[in-house]
């Protein structure tokens, strides 16, 4: 009773369960003034809708966040599943609803494009994707990777490269197009060719750069030969020249799969707040394409339901010849059948979605999940380098935490360790909302498997230094020009500023212990936050709820920055220091050098294997005899 006492306080909205329908359905989320928040669909409308009015507090965050903003929720009954993809896809691009995920194209990658619809179809750079009857292929990662490709291409193909205002002056005068005078044209405004054997050629380069074909580059080769053999050396230079043209090409698109895999090939990378999708179009089993996007999250949501997201964006408007027959994805989104089922209404042909689990597909799936995390890296890096950000993050930091000045000077913190051994503490620092990696610091803390504890330490000893701030002797004072001698003060180092804020990776718990340390080390002027990992939320000395920044704040960015790079510090320093504990022990051991040392931890993969270790098997490694074994077996026991 109390559970629904809370739901029906705080949500007066929420509708009787037993008027929620259980058939497939689109539920759209509304505010007080009409405005869409939130689209979703559902298999079972009242089991979804039914875990949205749960109590308050079991909701995530950003959920809570939504549904409490909300003032109504309707829902649309569909025949089937397929159905509810459709009009959900309809729906979010219709409303652009605020909690929906947010995509950031990444907006400057040209396309090379052929407009099939005109009279005589040319060849352009571009990156209106809108024009009609048109074929596009790309994105390129640069506009003068387009330009290159399209002067090899039309070697080999000779199409229109001209304008429409150039094309259809010269099909009035009869006089060549400029660019057709310079052998730059091969259109019938270069009076070379007519319309249909034009449109033949266009043909020819369309399917070309579609598959790739190789029967192009053999048919070349044969013309060469068959020239050369007649003693026709001029035609045998212009078949070699389109020859060399054809191979320049696909060089340029190293085959990837087998040359009859057409492949739309997807690598995610994602945090808490955002997320980048690589999406690599694969043709004729030649990389010809790569998209990249940025997704804004602004409630929570998996991984299969990203899938999910990113599939239906993609293919929402496609031509059915973009859809390929092979979709590859990092995870299965839970609907995969109705997905496959969508595309294969959309395409007119089969379209399986499939995980990418061994061989070149594998391979090709690390590597786009690779360049998917570098995005992700280089967005999260630019928001908190640029100067209008940082700006923003630091003024929105300020209001969201109540303080009194802006925060110029943050310092994060982070506790490492390895089920209570080689622990270690990183200290981070940002001024300006900018790292300065010459003041980051590590600290050694006594084992202990109580983070908390390991914080309360590392804080008081470099707290403890704005009380003793260590200076720097000033150089000797030198007399000036008219001989009187100006004696500078001395400097504070680095280490003894006090930061504005400090920020520490974790909850209630964490944040308890570093107030702890600030309350005894009598500097309470110095304001502090965590930042927890699950949600995101930030929390407070004393306070039972934690702030939640929106998604897309500046504030919450740059906090996650810091907190990452507490992080990375504290790892990489822990594992520096693992290993060189470890070749330390192994380096006492007679007979044994860096070079052995290392292929030991090399051939074993870990210390853990080594110690594990018989001496037999110690032996087997080439330039370790039994002796040696024995006496790295005994030593390592010891």
């Known amino acids: 009773m109390a559970a629904s006492r809370e739901r029906m306080s705080h949500l007066p909205y929420r509708p009787n369960p037993g008027e929620i329908p259980t058939n497939p359905g689109v539920y759209r989320f509304r505010d007080a003034a009409g405005r869409v928040l939130y689209v979703g669909k559902a298999k079972n409308l009242r089991a979804r809708l039914s875990n949205y009015f749960a109590p308050l507090r079991s909701l995530h965050e950003r959920t809570r966040r939504m549904v409490t903003t909300a003032a109504s929720v309707e829902w649309t009954v569909v025949a089937s599943d397929v159905d509810s993809l459709q009009l959900e896809y309809m729906w979010i691009k219709e409303f652009d609803p605020p909690f929906n995920v947010r995509y950031r194209d990444d907006k400057s990658y040209p396309f090379m494009a052929i ?314 620092v940002f001024e300006d909302g900018l790292p300065r990696k010459d003041q980051y610091r590590t600290f050694g803390v006594p084992e202990t498997t109580d983070d908390t504890d390991s914080l309360y330490q590392v804080l008081t000893r470099r707290l403890a230094y704005l009380d003793r701030p260590e200076e720097v002797e000033p150089p000797a004072p030198e007399p000036t020009a008219d001989g009187e001698v100006v004696t500078e003060p001395p400097k504070r180092k680095r280490f003894a500023y006090p930061p504005q804020l400090l920020v520490v990776d974790g909850g209630q718990p964490q944040v308890a212990a570093a107030a702890r340390a600030l309350k005894d080390a009598g500097h309470s002027e110095i304001a502090l936050c965590g930042i927890a990992k699950r949600l995101e939320e930030v929390w407070l000395p004393g306070e039972d709820y934690p702030v939640i920044l929106p998604r897309t704040s500046e504030a919450l960015y740059l906090l996650q920055r810091l907190r990452d790079e507490a992080h990375r510090f504290a790892i990489t320093h822990q594992r520096k220091r693992r290993k060189r504990d470890i070749s330390s022990v192994l380096s006492e051991i007679p007979g044994l050098g860096d070079a052995r040392i290392k292929a030991l931890l090399r051939h074993f993969g870990s210390v853990t294997a080594l110690r594990a270790a018989t001496p037999d098997e110690i032996a087997e490694l080439p330039g370790i005899g039994p002796k040696l074994a024995d006496s790295i077996h005994s030593h390592l026991a010891r």
């Not at 003068?144 to 490709?149: D, I, M």
């Not at 310079?182 to 249909?196: D, L, N």
């Not at 979709?327 to 294969?344: G, T």
């Not at 209404?345 to 379209?351: F, I, L, N, T």
Request: neutral net charge; glycine residues 6%.
């Open 115 to 428: 407009t099939l619809a005109d009279e005589a179809p040319r060849v352009i750079v571009t990156r209106n994707r809108r024009i009609p009857g048109a074929k596009y292929f790309g994105p390129y990662p640069k506009v003068w990777a387009v330009h290159e490709t399209i002067d090899l291409m039309i070697k080999v193909f000779p199409i229109r490269t001209c304008s429409d205002s150039s094309y259809k002056k010269a099909m009035q005068s009869g006089r060549p197009c400029f660019p057709g005078q310079i052998g730059r044209c091969g259109g019938p405004c270069s009076h070379k060719v007519t319309i249909e054997e034009h449109r033949a050629i266009v043909d020819d380069f369309v399917a070309f750069m579609a598959g790739g074909d190789e029967r192009f580059a053999r048919d070349l080769n044969a013309k060469m030969r068959e020239a050369a053999a007649a003693m026709d050396y001029e035609s045998a230079a212009v078949y070699r020249d389109r020859l060399q043209a054809i191979e320049a090409v696909l060089k340029k698109s190293e085959l990837v799969l087998t040359d009859d895999v057409d492949v739309d090939l997807f690598g995610i990378a994602e945090d808490e707040l955002a997320a980048t999708v690589q999406h690599f179009v694969i043709r004729g089993g030649r990389i010809r394409g790569v998209r990249a996007s940025t997704i804004e999250k602004e409630i929570d949501i998996s991984g299969a339901d990203l899938v999910d997201q990113v599939l239906q964006r993609t293919y929402g408007d496609a031509a059915p010849a973009d859809i390929p027959r092979t979709v590859l994805v990092p995870s299965l989104p839970d609907d995969a059948a109705d997905i496959e089922a969508w595309l294969r209404e959309r395409r007119g042909k089969q379209v399986g979605i499939q995980v990418a689990q061994r061989g070149q597909k594998a391979d090709l799936m690390r590597t786009a999940t690779l360049n998917a995390q570098q995005a992700l890296m280089i967005f999260k890096t630019r928001r908190t380098s640029d100067y209008v950000a940082r700006t923003q993050a630091l003024t929105d930091l300020q209001q969201a935490l109540d303080l009194s000045e802006a925060p110029l000077r943050i310092e994060c913190y982070d506790v490492s360790h390895l089920s209570g051994t080689n622990v270690v503490a990183s200290m981070v």
